[in-house]
């Protein structure tokens, strides 16, 4: 596959030189434009000697083989790593005032941009209207790492691990499959918040990420998906019908009318089980006493258990998740097996949650377990791994299609 491998002017340019190793390893032919100003970072013959390709900047170099139109159509993937402030608003501004830019222009296949900047730029409202301009015109923007960045800072602005980087580019272009075509899938994804007040509510840690693939992936091997997302941290995929929510009763009710005509329903979503009974119209004061406001709790239906119940549409396959730390009562998969039988999914995904672990991590490790408890399979790497394995496990399920 021929690589077109975009370089911005930031520090992260070096975990670039990563990036192209794994993908010049992966047998792609990689062909690096980087900014002019990336070379103070990392320099042309870094590029050059890694790629064994040249590796310009500027539309005039090269004139005759007319290099600024040539790259971007032929290109069959084009990665933007460390795609700086600037890149993204010149990519969003349709600019073409240098080799990659004129590239991003000209490309037609599938562009993937691994953002890294300080946190203050990635949030400034110019960045996010960037980001979204790009992503509405079916750009894939990575959403940056948190943690150390160039100072002293931290925060969200981390480029992605190369590795990371390389898994999500790759995917865009994996041929699509077809033993999902024709078939109506529902994936609840992120996590409900139930109000307290105006400004206040009660949630959870879920990023969304795991639900987001799971959509993905279905889409990618044919199915008809509906998204219904829950304060999503991460963009939804591109190709699929999306419903946002915020409550556990938005989020039921999105559920239950896209069931109603769907082949699978997958429970990816962090579901509050308990809303506060009553919402302040106006936000909670402190009473100038100390005392703490004490609030009253109301159980929310648990729309999985309904679902498996209820069985809207016949032969319907309907996936639960069960996030498990384990505790004195039993370890991560004996909660899981007794859930798989209380819930009475088809397939239950158990996966182990914590600090560092599940939430809001790139990476999973989970079992499957049929309604009995029985244990199906196991899975474990990438979000996007992790759901290939979930459909691969879904589709025998499946009612032979017409
Ligand atoms: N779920 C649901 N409705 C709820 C709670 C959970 O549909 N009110 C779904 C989740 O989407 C997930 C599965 O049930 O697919 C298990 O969620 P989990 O939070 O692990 O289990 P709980 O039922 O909340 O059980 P517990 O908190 O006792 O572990």
């Not at 700086?84 to 991003?104: F, H």
Request: proline fraction near 6%; aromatic fraction near 2%.
């Amino acid at each position: 596959m021929r690589i077109l491998l975009g370089v911005g002017a930031g520090i992260a340019a070096y975990k670039s030189a990563l990036l192209l190793r794994l993908l010049t390893e992966a047998g792609h032919d990689v062909r690096v434009v980087p900014t002019r100003a990336s070379l103070e970072f990392v320099g042309r013959a870094t590029w050059e000697a890694l790629s064994g390709q040249p590796a310009t900047s500027e539309v005039f170099e090269d004139v005759p083989s007319v290099e600024h139109v040539r790259l971007g159509k032929s290109a069959d993937l084009v990665v933007v790593a460390p795609a700086t402030a600037d890149l993204l608003a010149r990519a969003a501004g349709g600019r073409s005032d240098d080799l990659l830019t004129a590239a991003l222009l000209t490309a037609r296949c599938p562009v993937l941009m691994a953002p890294a900047m300080h946190t203050e730029m990635w949030e400034h409202p110019a960045t996010r209207a960037n980001v979204a301009t790009l992503r509405e015109r079916g750009v894939h923007v990575l959403e940056p790492a948190s943690g150390r960045l160039t100072g002293a800072d931290t925060g969200p602005g981390r480029l992605p691990e190369p590795e990371e980087i390389a898994r999500a580019a790759l995917a865009l272009v994996v041929p699509p499959g077809d033993d999902l075509r024709g078939r109506a899938v529902v994936v609840s994804a992120g996590g409900t918040r139930e109000p307290l007040d105006p400004v206040r509510f009660l949630g959870n840690r879920s990023s969304g990420r795991q639900g987001v693939a799971l959509a993905a992936a279905a889409a990618r091997r044919g199915a008809h998906v509906t998204l219904v997302a829950a304060n999503l941290t991460v963009a939804p995929p591109a190709g699929v019908r999306t419903v946002d929510v915020e409550t556990t009763a938005e989020l039921r009710s999105a559920v239950r009318d896209a069931a109603a005509a769907a082949d699978v329903v997958v429970m990816a979503a962090a579901v509050a089980d308990f809303r506060p009974v009553g919402v302040a119209a106006h936000k909670i004061k402190k009473d100038g006493t100390g005392t703490a406001p004490t609030i009253e709790l109301a159980t929310n239906p648990d729309v999985l258990a309904e679902l498996a119940a209820e069985r809207p549409r016949p032969g319907q396959v309907v996936v639960g998740f069960a996030a498990e730390t384990g505790d004195g009562d039993g370890d991560v998969l004996a909660h899981g097996r007794a859930k798989a039988r209380r819930k009475g999914a088809d397939l239950l995904v158990v996966n182990e949650v914590g600090p560092g672990r599940g939430f809001g991590t790139a990476t999973n490790a989970v079992t499957l377990l049929d309604a009995r408890g029985d244990e199906v399979g196991t899975a474990r790497g990438t979000k996007d791994e992790v759901a290939e394995a979930v459909w691969d496990a879904v589709v025998p399920l499946l009612p032979r299609a017409d």
